[in-house]
């Protein structure tokens, strides 16, 4: 079928510092414009957010300086998703727009912001996309594969736990199974909206009484958990991006080890450094430095979908990192043939039955040898031991202290 006509309309552009000027679809309300960053062309879009503003052109006259965010507001981003919708129609809105989950804002009616920290740049992400996460993941079958493989590893695992952990659970597409599995769930985050649509649709499930919330990032895991007494978990897991985000996990095996009971299990899912099929398309997409970065340790925010800084340690790393208070018991590709950046162009490419064909030689690789080691993302199964072996992990965990983050499905506290 045809692609539809691109719009013709276009008469802003934007002017980022390291490229050429690139052509903006865009709204205009109250004399700012509302742009639906879309594709590998909205690099710039995460180089303006980070920076604090961007430079447009609108006809002639000159670079017209504006002030960059984006729209948190669940009403305000459906507000302007419509508001897309009825300016380029039905069909144009579906092919370029529909998908993405963000709006952004260029305002030249205020300053140029302070340049944003990755911490502030990960919540303002987060906090922008949160009202939609759910229907986005949940409407593609790349993402369902790999968070029904995560849920389908941890129920065995977790099987006699009652009270789990789990850092970085956004909107609880694994949550809500471990949930309904009986489990009680304490999820930290980083974005309150985030947990706030988690506890919305736990609440619609009947499951919102084994549910609790915190607001707080991993890297500050022993202060947001200050108040919980030490074994407080039977189980810890944290999967598909929050082990990623944070540029050390230095102190993450010690909080992990105080909250966790001895012998209890800890599930990571975390981006691997040499996926082969992730390395392949970069490749094949003329980007071999960001095959490269990935080698590094770190893809740099507008590497093709990723909007983020992410930093990738390998599973040896890893094991070595967590070696003095856990024991690495096993490692697998979460999935070893899903494409790196699934867009909808690509998902018409396989049927229903493609798809399943692709699952099942997906799960016989998974698992095997060198295979299991070149997913785009690996789960490592840790179990926790009953003291830091002596030597490896220095001193032993501090006693908890008196104050610290407040609990509770209201929540409001951040750790950034």
Not at 142 to 151: A, D, E, H, P, Q
Not at 373 to 402: I, K, N, Q
Request: charged share 25%.
């Amino acid at each position: 079928m045809a692609e539809p006509k691109a719009p013709t309309d276009i008469l802003l552009r934007v002017l980022p510092p390291d490229g050429p000027p690139v052509p903006l679809r865009y709204v205009e309300e109250k004399g700012r414009y509302l742009v639906i960053p879309t594709g590998e062309g909205s690099a710039w879009s995460t180089s303006a957010l980070r920076s604090g503003g961007a430079e447009v052109e609108r006809g002639p006259g000159g670079p017209i300086p504006c002030h960059a965010e984006l729209l948190t507001r669940p009403e305000e981003l459906e507000r302007a998703r419509a508001a897309f919708r009825r300016k380029y129609g039905e069909e144009l809105w579906q092919h370029y727009f529909a998908s993405s989950t963000k709006v952004l804002v260029l305002d030249p009616h205020r300053p140029k912001g302070p340049p944003l920290d990755p911490v502030a740049m990960a919540l303002q992400e987060f906090e922008a996309v949160s009202s939609r996460y759910s229907e986005v993941n949940l409407s593609n079958p790349f993402v369902r594969r790999l968070k029904r493989r995560s849920v389908e590893r941890m129920l065995p695992l977790f099987r006699d736990r009652v009270r789990l952990l789990e850092i970085g659970g956004g909107t609880g597409l694994e949550t809500l199974p471990l949930l309904q599995a009986g489990h009680r769930v304490t999820v930290v985050d980083l974005s309150p909206r985030m947990l706030e649509e988690l506890r919305s649709r736990a609440d619609k499930a009947g499951l919102g009484k084994a549910l609790e919330t915190v607001v707080g990032r991993l890297g500050e895991l022993a202060e947001v958990l200050a108040d919980a007494p030490s074994g407080s978990f039977d189980g810890a897991f944290s999967t598909f991006g929050a082990m990623n985000l944070e540029p050390s996990l230095s102190s993450v095996p010690r909080a992990l080890h105080r909250a966790l009971r001895p012998g209890a299990p800890l599930f990571l899912g975390v981006l691997g450094s040499t996926p082969l099929l992730a390395q392949t398309f970069e490749v094949a997409a003329l980007k071999p430095r960001q095959a490269a970065a990935r080698l590094a340790h770190l893809i740099p925010a507008g590497a093709l979908s990723n909007t983020l800084d992410l930093y990738v340690p390998r599973s040896a790393e890893l094991e070595e990192l967590f070696r003095s208070r856990f024991r690495l018991e096993r490692v697998e590709a979460a999935s070893v043939l899903s494409p790196p950046w699934p867009s909808p162009r690509l998902l018409s490419k396989f049927s229903s039955s493609g798809l399943d064909l692709l699952d099942r030689w997906d799960r016989a690789l998974s698992a095997t040898w060198p295979w299991a080691h070149l997913g785009e993302w690996l789960f490592l199964t840790f179990r926790r031991s009953s003291d830091p072996v002596a030597g490896t992990g220095g001193p032993a965990d501090p006693p908890p202290r008196t104050a610290g983050a407040r609990k509770g499905s209201g929540s409001t506290d951040t750790a950034s």
